[in-house]
């Protein structure tokens, strides 16, 4: 086995939950009164999705040495 057959797919994790959080910072947008949820979900998806970047670059990185 490789050590990525022997990881959870955190990918597809983290594609699924992203998907729908972003579904759901756009059904907030409609209601002014949930504004800061909104804001503040927003900002954690783009925390993660920074987070997903940086160690996908070095997991990838590593595989290639």
Request: aromatic content about 8%; some cysteine.
């Amino acid at each position: 086995f490789t050590r990525r057959e022997e990881m959870a797919d955190y990918r597809k994790m983290y594609v699924t939950l992203c998907a729908a959080a972003s579904d759901a910072v756009d059904e907030l947008e409609n209601i002014p009164l949930a504004m800061s949820c909104r804001n503040y979900l927003k900002e954690a998806l783009l925390k993660a999705e920074e987070i997903y970047i940086e160690t996908t670059i070095r997991v990838s990185e590593q595989d290639e040495e």
